[in-house]
């Protein structure tokens, strides 16, 4: 059993910056994957970024060239970097961690932290 505990929301006013941390409770380094959801009023749970054991990344193209994901292994940690914020990125920001159970693919999540964009 794995549990993350996300940190770092807040609010700040378009243009602004914050970094999202995530910290499990077990090993990110034998997850598949890491990644950053989001969900805002209304809308479905999207994935924003994605890095995965071997240090790919993927992002959302609405987040390209302004979120960062990055892991530090030695922390147990995840973290999302994100510049140059817009309103529209007002939502709830989820952790979520990539395994494998019964040859089946899994996913922890953490219980989301809040992320609101003022114009």
């Known amino acids: 059993q794995v549990q993350l505990v996300e940190s770092g929301g807040g609010l700040v006013q378009a243009g602004g910056s914050l970094r999202l941390s995530c910290v499990a409770s077990?090993?990110?380094?034998?997850?598949?994957?890491m990644g950053w959801y989001r969900q805002a009023p209304g809308n479905e749970r999207e994935l924003v970024a994605l890095?995965?054991?071997?240090?790919?990344?993927n992002y959302a193209d609405s987040v390209k060239g302004r979120f960062t994901i990055s892991r530090d292994n030695a922390k147990n940690t995840v973290y999302l970097q994100m510049n140059s914020l817009k309103p529209e990125d007002t939502a709830v920001y989820y952790c979520?961690?990539?395994?494998?159970?019964?040859?089946?693919?899994?996913?922890?999540w953490g219980q989301g932290t809040q992320v609101t964009v003022s114009s």
């Open positions: 077990g090993s990110i380094f034998s997850m598949n994957a």
């Open positions: 979520d961690a990539k395994t494998t159970r019964g040859f089946r693919p899994y996913d922890y």
């Open positions: 890095i995965t054991r071997g240090g790919s990344t």
